[in-house]
């Protein structure tokens, strides 16, 4: 199963404004008309439950929503572009990169969440925006706003009522494919199950999600066996079932090496509650131990279930008490439906920078260099339309930030493609 992945996401880019006037017979003197662009496509990761795991994103790495239309004349907007909806497995967190490395970012723990991954690009606005009583013939438009662009890393950890762990070859895939219609892999060796299985559990007419946690051995908390991977999705679990192979020559051994492990691991293993079965009671050697291996976990506070996973003795007493166990802990869980949570960041702030470059300087001013990249894309640097867009630079409070840097009369400034004397 495929639970962890890294993929780039990016919002779709912003229309462009137009530039435009209108042109109709019996309108000699029409004025501005230029359309704003329509605004790019979010891209939104939602849990779905029909989704298990992420093989669908293991190999297209980059995922981009849906740009924005370009405005038009007669003031008509472009269309904005459709978001970008990411069905990923419930239970997924959400990681991004960074200047700190990885942030964890949402946890979609429900159906229906979702999480708002790369904000599309704003749409630029048309010249009818420019347009007033001492500009009747405005020169400027908007290019569209890049989509952000973001690097993501996705963990699964599944969702279930109940994590059996302990020791390979303890018994875990036996009991699950005993209690639950799920098949895991069952051979006499070690490591046999590779990664987590999940089985329905129907008990008198109460049901609970069981999940079989690939054996885990000294290390497993960093990550020797694969147990790190494992580990992640016990997590969820609400009860713990420790199971212990009686017929080990030293049982109690074996379920301290293993809960030390989770102990280590931290997190909520450390506090989950949990339940202690020994298996295998049909072999000899097992029931030639039960009285030592009973007082030994009687010393902290355990009385462990006894059972066969192959002969089906004990499997009636442990299904009543994980039943009574799990409708203990599902009380003392807040009541109520609330709405699946939505998670946004907030809209990266603008660049705001003044640069020296050799002898010019370069302006690094989101909206300056948006009007700039559309004049230098038509070929329309004309001295009306870069006094205009002086003025527009100055209005926004960019001739401040240039002044600020040292910039005198007579520099060049540069707006992304676009040359400026100050």
């Known amino acids: 199963m495929l639970d962890v992945v890294e993929i780039t996401v990016v919002g779709g880019q912003g229309g462009d404004g137009a530039l435009s006037f209108r042109r109709e017979k019996y309108v000699p003197r029409g004025g501005p008309d230029g359309g704003d662009g329509g605004k790019g496509g979010d891209v939104w990761l939602v849990a779905d439950p029909q989704v298990v795991t992420l093989t669908d994103y293991a190999y297209g790495k980059v995922y981009r929503a849906e740009k924005g239309g370009h405005g038009r004349g007669k003031g008509q907007k472009g269309k904005d572009g459709a978001d970008l909806l990411l069905p990923v497995p419930v239970g997924t967190v959400v990681w991004r990169w960074g200047e700190e490395g990885w942030v964890q970012e949402a946890d979609l723990d429900r159906p229906g969440a979702r999480y708002l991954a790369a904000y599309g690009g704003r749409g630029g606005r048309g010249n009818m925006w420019w347009v007033s009583p001492t500009n009747r013939e405005p020169l400027l438009a908007e290019a569209g706003e890049e989509g952000e662009e973001v690097r993501l890393r996705l963990e699964v950890k599944l969702l279930a009522d109940l994590g059996i762990v302990g020791k390979p070859n303890a018994g875990k895939s036996t009991l699950l494919s005993r209690i639950s219609r799920a098949h895991p892999r069952i051979a006499p060796y070690p490591f046999t199950t590779l990664e987590p299985v999940l089985g329905v559990v129907r008990w008198k007419g109460q049901e609970f999600v069981a999940m079989e946690v690939p054996g885990l051995i000294a290390g497993a908390h960093a990550g020797a066996g694969l147990g790190f991977q494992f580990l992640r999705h016990a997590e969820r679990a609400r009860l713990l079932l420790h199971l212990v192979d009686g017929a080990s020559p030293d049982p109690f051994r074996d379920w301290q090496e293993v809960e030390r492990e989770l102990a280590l691991y931290g997190g909520p293993l450390r506090e989950k509650p949990r339940l202690v079965a020994i298996t295998k009671m049909d072999l000899p050697e097992a029931r030639a131990q039960r009285e030592g291996v009973d007082a030994a ?117 540069l707006v992304d493609g676009v040359e400026m004397e100050w």
């Not at 660049?351 to 300056?368: D, I, M």
């Not at 948006?370 to 527009?392: D, G, M, N, S």
């Open 297 to 413: 976990f009687a010393r902290v506070g355990y009385t462990p279930l006894w059972l066969s996973g192959l002969t089906g003795e004990g499997i009636d007493r442990l299904l009543d008490t994980l039943v009574s166990r799990l409708a203990e802990i599902r009380e003392r869980l807040p009541q109520g439906e609330k709405a699946p949570p939505v998670f946004r960041r907030p809209r990266p702030p603008e660049v705001r920078t003044v640069v020296r470059e050799g002898e010019k300087w370069r302006l690094r001013w989101g909206r300056a260099e948006r009007i700039a990249l559309l004049l230098a894309r038509h070929k329309r640097v004309t001295w009306k339309a870069l006094a205009q867009l002086r003025a527009e630079v100055e209005g926004m409070g960019a001739g401040r930030a240039l002044e600020q840097a040292g910039v005198r009369p007579g520099d060049i400034v």
